[in-house]
């Protein structure tokens, strides 16, 4: 166990490190994190969209609306990051048009449980992405934004896995019952 003063050694300085000026540049792994995630974001808002279009559940609807809306954050923030650093961004494809979710013939569009399930891996993927990233950056506002990122992942995981579980979308492995363990 740490002692008091070394954590509030190791407190002071993660908060020096912050409010420092003379930050040292990015290295080649937070630069590759920062542009494959946001590379990663970009994408996954085109499945997000598309849910929008073809999504006739409500809850799916305000869930994937809240889903774009955290992304369109993420971008926004690590987009202003990276120009700051001077990294290129990657190309991000355009919006998808708002249709009539009716006039998309149903062999041509996911289900909801397709939709969901889609959007639960991407929080998953995301989550992970960033846990990995967080424990690689030297710089620590570096890590601060991906544990962020991170952490509005795992919120949305939570509330689409509620959301899955209600409406029996949840694709749950069978139960496994050790060989050894007392009949129940």
Same mark, same amino acid.
């Given at each position: 166990?740490?002692? *008091?003063?070394? @954590? ?5 300085? #993660?908060?020096?490190?912050? +409010? ?29 969209? #598309?849910?929008? $279009? +073809? ?19 993420? *971008? ?22 708002? +249709? $009539?979710?009716?006039? *998309? ?13 889609? !959007?639960?891996?991407?929080?998953? =993927?995301?989550? $992970? ?10 710089? /620590?506002?570096?890590? #601060?934004?991906? *544990? ?6 795992? /919120?949305?995981?939570?509330? =689409?896995?509620? @959301? ?7 694709? !749950? ?12």
């Amino acid at each position: 166990m740490r002692s *008091i003063p070394a @954590l509030f050694e190791t407190t002071v300085s #993660i908060i020096q490190s912050l +409010t420092d000026d003379k930050k040292a540049p990015l290295h080649v792994g937070e630069v590759m994190a920062c542009w494959t995630y946001l590379a990663f974001v970009e994408e996954i808002t085109i499945y997000e969209q #598309i849910g929008l $279009n +073809t999504t006739e559940d409500n809850d799916l609807h305000d869930m994937l609306q809240e889903s774009l809306d955290v992304a369109h954050s993420h *971008i926004d923030q690590l987009s202003k990051f990276m120009q700051i650093e001077g990294v290129p961004l990657p190309d991000a494809q355009p919006p998808k048009p708002n +249709t $009539n979710t009716g006039a *998309i013939p149903a062999g041509a569009k996911l289900t909801d449980k397709e939709l969901a399930n889609t !959007i639960s891996i991407n929080f998953v =993927m995301a989550s $992970n992405m960033c846990a990995a990233s967080a424990s690689q950056s030297l710089r /620590t506002d570096v890590g #601060i934004m991906f *544990i962020q990122f991170q952490m509005d992942k795992l /919120t949305l995981g939570l509330k =689409m896995k509620n @959301l899955m579980q209600k409406r029996g979308w949840l694709k !749950i492995p069978p139960l496994y019952y050790s060989p050894g363990l007392p009949q129940q």
